[in-house]
């Protein structure tokens, strides 16, 4: 059973930075992508950023230049770097490795409020 865990969400100021982490217990987690969605409650689950295994990254118009993806193949996690963070961006965020079918996790709640 493949089950990517995230951990890291929390409460943050306007224009702080939270780190979010993806841990998936995979010998083969290095081959496969993965990337972050999040989803506020009535609303379709939205895409945030994704991770080839070759490291070549995509990430959604709203975050591009505040969120940064990355992978640490050693420690079989993924990272999602969250910087100037705004209360748009308060839902909760899930993860998911595609290893030809999506493996999500229970997803981590970020709110983003003074």
């Known amino acids: 059973q493949v089950q990517p865990v995230e951990s890291g969400g929390g409460l943050v100021q306007p224009g702080g930075s939270l780190t979010l982490s993806c841990s998936v217990s995979l010998t083969t987690f290095n081959i496969y992508p993965m990337g972050w969605y999040r989803q506020a409650p009535g609303m379709q689950r939205e895409f945030v950023a994704r991770?080839?295994?070759?490291?070549?990254?995509e990430y959604a118009a709203a975050v591009k230049g505040r969120f940064t993806i990355s992978k640490d193949n050693a420690k079989n996690t993924m990272i999602l770097q969250m910087d100037d963070l705004q209360p748009s961006d308060t839902t909760i965020y899930y993860c998911?490795?595609?290893?030809?079918?999506?493996?999500w996790g229970q997803g981590t709640q970020v709110t983003v409020s003074s």
């Open positions: 998911y490795l595609d290893s030809g079918d999506r493996h």
């Open positions: 991770i080839w295994s070759a490291g070549t990254t």
